[in-house]
DNA sequence: GTCACTGCAAACCCTTTGCAACTCA
DNA sequence: TGAGTTGCAAAGGGTTTGCAGTGAC
């Protein structure tokens, strides 16, 4: 949950002119733990801003990401997914569906990021990784 | 390298009709270790297959991928690649290009799969997993 | 001979783009 | 005010689809 102001004082950060539109669009993705496609982000601000267009949707989406603070990520070659950028997480992709869920868990973390220091990639400089975890998720409660 | 007995075997074990399209199209992405896209393994295809449809190299990747030997992966919201399912391994993306390299680590690997073996996901039942590590390649050699 | 597969081209749909109108700073 | 942003609609481009012809078994 990520207050208005907050949402403010991260687009003031990075210089963004800040838009109702903008705010609404940030908001949904950090509200929305599913990793909406710019057709869900659109429906849902469309709630909000019943005039705003999907092309501009794609636009501040856009904004976002080459602002570092929302990254795309993809499954099995459907439309792109919005992910707000935070601290390093992994996913939990479905094998039956297009579910992606966020999976926290510091201390895998710990062990991928000592691992890569200490075991140099020869011709590479590792700035971040992400695992994706693939599996099936129980019929009962997906949460 | 994988040789064209070897293609037909693993056809002939999923039930496909053993098809020239169908072979060379394996081949050529067993052959490259550079997750080609369509368009590539399409150009690649049809020095051998002069008249293969584009359609037909999407039909045959389609294919592949539900009967899981291919998968589908993708970078930063471009077009799909494609890449042979093969042991366990995982990715080294580029920032700034749109190259993914395979990376075979079984160090890493079985750190990793030890772990989510002894601490299990609630409400998921894991089958896999890739690790995709995003960093920049130096300028000489990427290899 | 049969049924699955291919070739072809049109359709689809997600995403991008150009431009006039608008608005935040 | 004016540089940046939005709304709109059309264009773009990767992928899918329908169907007639072909080929693997």
Redesign the pocket.
Known sequence: MMTPELIVKT??ELD???????VVILKTIADNKNHP???EIHKAVIKN?P??????V??????FVNNGIVEKISSK?D??RYDLVSETHHHLVSKNSNLIQDYYDDELTGLIGRYLNKNTIPGFKVSGFKLNISGEFNKSGKN
Chains 1, 2 share one sequence.
């Open positions: 687009l003031k963004l002119k800040v838009t109702p539109q903008r496609t710019a057709e801003q005039n705003i267009a999907v092309g501009t794609y636009n501040i989406l856009e904004t070659g439309k792109m």
